[in-house]
């Protein structure tokens, strides 16, 4: 169950890392249709600004008085400079946006080629999962014939050791140092350990000790038999 629970925290890891490239991306994407719209209302205040700036053009041709014609004329002087910044102003957003374009085109080829990779490694993790699956009653069926053989303090002992320590409530003890926390154990402790008098606890993780040269010979012992 454990290795089980891994597997799928490592394939939602991955699903989460490719998710965060597709949303940069559609942060782009975003950005850029912002920019497209922009550029769209000042092509229409652009396009209304030359339709009136050609009626006042005519309309000042049929001014007679000198004020009116000054007064009008001037109004046509904004009008131009506004059109010359409003297409200054397109000019800078189109390039922006075709920075963003580009910086999509860029996102959107990494995305795909994570979305190769990750959906691979899934599909082998989602494997994993089904295998495990397959001898999980198995496993469970053994586990079960193991516990009624062990005394039921010690089981008691393990489980709740198993609890408090992330699953793991056995810890490997290789020249003397805890292979779970990697404490140096005291070479009493240690002795005690090999010459397998009780059950020992480590004085740090709390986990039931094994002694590898103890595993190590029961391995070959399973190679032989």
């Not at 205040?45 to 000198?66: G, H, P, S």
């Not at 080829?109 to 190769?116: A, H, P, W």
């Not at 008691?156 to 003890?173: E, G, L, P």
Request: net charge neutral; hydrophobic share 35%; aromatic share 4%.
């Amino acid at each position: 169950e454990r290795k089980k629970a891994l597997i799928e925290k490592k394939a939602n890891e991955i699903e989460a890392a490719t998710d965060v490239l597709r949303q940069a991306l559609g942060q782009l994407v975003s950005e850029a249709n912002a920019k497209n719209t922009i550029i769209h209302d000042h092509n229409e205040n652009l396009e209304n600004n030359k339709r009136n700036l050609r009626k006042w053009e005519e309309r000042l041709q049929a001014i007679k008085t000198t004020r009116e014609y000054q007064a009008l004329s001037r109004e046509i002087e904004n009008l131009r400079w506004e059109n010359k910044n409003i297409q200054e102003s397109i000019l800078n957003v189109q390039i922006e946006v075709d920075d963003l374009e580009k910086r999509m085109k860029e996102q959107k080829d990494i995305l795909i080629s994570k979305e190769d990779i990750s959906n691979a490694e899934i599909r082998d993790l989602r494997g994993q999962i089904a295998e495990l699956m397959e001898v999980l009653p198995r496993l469970l069926e053994s586990r079960q014939t193991a516990c009624s053989l062990i005394e039921t303090g010690l089981l008691k002992t393990y489980d709740k050791i198993k609890k408090a320590r992330d699953s793991i409530a056995i810890a490997v003890v290789s020249d003397g140092i805890c292979q779970a926390c990697h404490v140096t154990l005291r070479p009493q402790l240690y002795n005690e350990l090999q010459l397998s008098l009780k059950v020992e606890n480590c004085p740090h993780c709390q986990r039931i000790l094994l002694w590898d040269g103890l595993l190590n010979a029961f391995k070959e012992k399973q190679l032989t038999t």
